[in-house]
């Protein structure tokens, strides 16, 4: 059986006074893709920014690689080896290609094979083709790929990784699944959000669905593909 790296239970989170989560629970092992589907307004990007530390939370437990995170600040967090790849993407504009991989840079870690430059462009050939280029120069996708190239540079156990497919072009979608599938052979665990059921399909193992946020249904992730009464009433717009 594989190592549970991230278990949460009943997971509440806030925004000021008003609450957005209510008593979540999720687990990921190491190796695990795992997606987290619902709706816009479902609370899956909160639940990321809960996990990482960026919203107000409290739970009976949120356990990272066996260390508590539930109130452990973000940077904290990050130097255990929790990757956070953001929807709005955050990379420098002013910054090249090979300066935003070396803000992301920590140290390696027991266990894992050290990400690199050298590595990552291997990984991500478009990024090598424009190392020297400045984030502001590069399109949605490509920047799409830099966010997730430099969350990799701290060599991180499990990536949380906030609708990579959102605003970007099919042929970006499809080289971001590949590029999933590859980091999964690596060894390394990731919680995607996800509305784009069959690019979750193409690359999950397991989902949680959501709704108002609550998990409201749990499957692998063949079973919700064939569940149409599921995704008809947490999936469909």
Do not use: C
């Amino acid at each position: 059986m594989s190592e549970t790296l991230l278990d949460v239970a009943k997971l509440d989170a806030f925004y000021g006074r008003a609450q957005i989560l209510f008593g979540m629970s999720l687990t990921v092992a190491r190796g695990e893709v795992v997606a987290l589907m619902g709706r816009n307004g479902a609370g899956k990007s909160t639940t990321m920014k809960a996990l990482i530390g960026l919203a107000d939370r409290s739970s009976a437990h949120s356990r990272f690689r066996g260390h508590d995170i539930g109130r452990l600040d973000s940077y904290r967090i990050a130097r255990l080896g929790l990757g956070f790849v953001p929807e709005d993407r955050r990379i420098f504009t002013d910054l090249t290609v090979e300066e935003n991989l070396e803000v992301g840079r920590q140290p390696p870690r027991d266990g894992l094979r050290p990400w690199t430059p050298a590595r990552l462009y291997e990984l991500f050939p478009n990024l090598g083709a424009m190392r020297s280029r400045r984030g502001s120069e590069m399109s949605g996708g490509e920047q799409q790929m830099l966010t997730i190239a430099r969350t990799l540079m701290g060599n991180p156990y499990l990536v949380l990784l906030d609708e990579p497919s959102e605003g970007v072009a099919p042929l970006i979608v499809e080289q971001l699944a590949q590029t999933i599938v590859e980091l999964k052979r690596e060894g390394l665990a990731i919680l995607l959000s996800e509305q784009n059921l069959p690019f979750a399909a193409e690359v999950s193992d397991r989902a949680y669905v959501m709704d108002s946020g609550h998990i409201r249904h749990h499957a692998s992730m063949a079973e919700l593909a064939a569940d149409t009464s599921v995704q008809r009433t947490y999936l469909s717009m």
